[in-house]
């Protein structure tokens, strides 16, 4: 009797004994809820620090590098026409021969009439002297024109623009220094586009009188730019 009461006693401890060693692998193995949170927290937080994560890298910084990068290099918007927006930027060739020679015989007849314009309204000295050299030069360009122009059956406009039409109303409604000062300021916006025409067109063209033309007028055009400039910032 007194031997089978040490046996069982010895069972029940070797059966707690396995018990306890259970539970603590247990314990051991598996993570907390919390220590699981925890860790997933430590890992995001890593990822959004050093930039680990996919979805970091590829959407946040194509977005702010492409706004970044066109602010940078200050690009100006497609499509923009450099004559209108800026006067003394490059001006792209007529599309033929025909379209540029209207072009430049309006343009001679532009400075020609805006001129006869100021001289009617009598403006004096340099004012004076620059329209006068206007109309004898813009005369001679416009004939050596019309002579190539005939030969290709192309009829020249002899009248201004719509633009330098209503220009010139405007115009009529200034005298004295107020006018002066207009006119060749006009004449610095005007040249500037003439002489940018003529550079891309000759580089165009393949026509040998066209080329002969813009050759021989181009430094006429050249000057009347530079004296427009000096007096128009000069007090008239």
Do not use: W
Request: with cysteine; hydrophobic share 35%; aromatic share 2%.
């Amino acid at each position: 009797m007194k031997r089978t009461l040490i046996s069982l006693f010895c069972a029940g401890m070797l059966l707690a004994t396995s018990a306890c060693s259970n539970e603590k692998t247990a314990s051991t193995n598996t993570p907390t809820d919390s220590e699981e949170a925890g860790g997933n927290a430590g890992d995001n937080y890593m990822n959004a620090a050093t930039g680990g994560t996919d979805s970091a890298t590829a959407t946040m910084p194509s977005d702010t590098m492409a706004g970044g990068s066109a602010a940078a290099a200050g690009t100006a918007p497609s499509g923009m026409n450099a004559n209108s927006a800026n006067p003394n930027g490059p001006t792209a060739p007529h599309k033929d021969d025909p379209e540029f020679m209207k072009s430049a015989a309006h343009s001679d007849q532009n400075e020609i009439q805006l001129s006869r314009l100021v001289l009617e309204k009598g403006v004096t000295g340099m004012a004076k002297d620059h329209a006068n050299m206007m109309i004898t030069d813009h005369t001679k360009s416009t004939a050596d024109l019309k002579a190539i122009a005939q030969k290709k059956n192309v009829t020249l406009p002899t009248d201004m623009d719509p633009e330098h039409k209503a220009l010139a109303a405007q115009m009529r409604q200034l005298s004295g220094p107020q006018l002066e000062q207009r006119f060749m300021q006009q004449m610095v916006t005007d040249h500037q586009k003439t002489l940018n025409t003529m550079q891309a067109h000759k580089a165009m063209t393949k026509d040998t009188e066209l080329q002969g033309f813009i050759t021989k007028t181009t430094p006429v055009i050249q000057k009347h730019l530079d004296m427009s400039k000096q007096h128009a910032n000069m007090k008239m």
